[in-house]
């Protein structure tokens, strides 16, 4: 076996374990009921009127967590992508002058 072989095998038996697990805790908390409370103190107090499932809670976390970050990253991402774009048209107008000039770049 070679060494890229026994990588493959390794990376599938922990994404397996990891599988395993995640569907472990699925089943474990798919019944599961938490009632949910805010108290920001002289702010005010929330109370959720009825038990939510564990697992609705996680895929709300999760879900507000990507959602943020996406929103965040995304102006930046944006602006990275417009600066690649004018650097690109840059050094392609560079090229074009450089042969016309008779000293391409090769």
């Given at each position: 076996?070679s060494?890229?072989?026994?990588?493959?095998?390794?990376?599938?038996?922990?994404?397996?374990?990891?599988?395993?697990?995640?569907?472990?805790?699925?089943?474990?908390?798919?019944?599961?009921?938490?009632?949910?409370?805010?108290?920001?103190?002289?702010?005010g107090?929330?109370?959720?009127?009825?038990?939510?499932?564990?697992?609705?809670?996680?895929?709300?976390g999760?879900?507000?967590?990507?959602?943020?970050?996406?929103?965040?990253?995304?102006?930046r991402?944006?602006?990275?992508?417009?600066?690649?774009?004018i650097?690109?048209?840059?050094?392609?107008?560079?090229?074009?002058?450089?042969?016309?000039?008779?000293?391409?770049?090769?």
């Amino acid at each position: 076996m070679s060494v890229r072989m026994i990588g493959r095998l390794f990376t599938l038996l922990i994404f397996a374990a990891l599988a395993f697990a995640g569907y472990l805790f699925v089943i474990q908390n798919s019944l599961r009921k938490t009632g949910l409370s805010l108290n920001l103190g002289p702010v005010g107090a929330w109370k959720l009127s009825q038990p939510v499932p564990v697992l609705a809670l996680l895929g709300a976390g999760f879900a507000a967590g990507f959602l943020i970050s996406a929103f965040f990253f995304w102006g930046r991402a944006a602006r990275l992508g417009r600066r690649l774009r004018i650097a690109e048209r840059q050094l392609t107008t560079a090229g074009l002058d450089a042969g016309r000039r008779g000293d391409a770049w090769r």
